[in-house]
């Protein structure tokens, strides 16, 4: 079953609450993390992630684009997240490792994410040890950029090693995601789909998430 996550960075922080009632019909809550030096743009952080927490049942998807964060996971898992997710190339392989360890000692799922430039074998190292990967289909820092169609070999070749290592896994998308593009995304084998403006944007909320769905 496709999973469709819309990312509250599209939606308006004044009406936290009612965008993300708004949104309740999707499957995850997609939380985007931006720290102004991992990537040039600062968003939310811990606080905005406990308060959130008791306005949704669904699983809250913390996508981390901060510097060494093995520094704060503990922290995003106490505030409430379900699934966290640290970008490969914020910190050395070890540090990463450590993550994810903390990430499951909290009793939470844990992902690694690759940025556009990255290769896909970037992954290889970590995904035995990972309940989801994050592919971006566009470079991390903003909403509403254009949707990169040249990530798509390197979505199918990480759904390889996902079949083959670890079928469990999920593999998620991120940026530039619209009806029309996210049935490439699911023909290369992703299965949660990462929604911010097109899901904010659209003039019928539940039926877009439907849509995108396919
Ligand atoms: C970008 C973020 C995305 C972003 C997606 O750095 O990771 O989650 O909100 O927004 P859209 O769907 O508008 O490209
Ligand atoms: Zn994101």
Do not use: W
């Not at 470079?139 to 979505?155: I, L, N, S």
């Amino acid at each position: 079953m496709i999973k469709i996550a819309p990312s509250i960075l599209s939606a308006d922080f004044a009406n936290l609450q009612r965008d993300i009632e708004a949104i309740s019909t999707a499957d995850y809550v997609h939380v985007d993390v931006m720290d102004g030096l991992f990537v040039p743009n600062i968003t939310i952080g811990i606080p905005v992630v406990k308060s959130i927490r008791p306005v949704t049942d669904l699983p809250l998807d913390v996508h981390l684009m901060i510097d060494r964060p093995v520094r704060y996971v503990e922290q995003f898992c106490d505030a409430g997240a379900d699934i966290v997710t640290c970008h490969v190339e914020a910190d050395t392989e070890e540090n990463i490792r450590e993550a994810i360890e903390k990430i499951h000692a909290r009793g939470k799922r844990a992902g690694v994410v690759v940025k556009p430039r990255t290769p896909g074998s970037a992954v290889l190292p970590f995904i035995d040890k990972v309940d989801l990967i994050l592919v971006m289909t566009v470079e991390p820092g903003f909403g509403g950029q254009k949707f990169m169609a040249d990530m798509m070999p390197k979505v199918a070749q990480i759904r390889t090693y996902i079949d083959a290592l670890n079928p469990d896994c999920e593999l998620e998308v991120d940026g530039g995601v619209d009806p029309v593009t996210a049935r490439v995304c699911v023909a290369s084998g992703a299965n949660v789909l990462v929604a911010g403006s097109s899901v904010y944007k659209a003039p019928d909320i539940e039926a877009r998430i439907r849509e995108l769905r396919g």
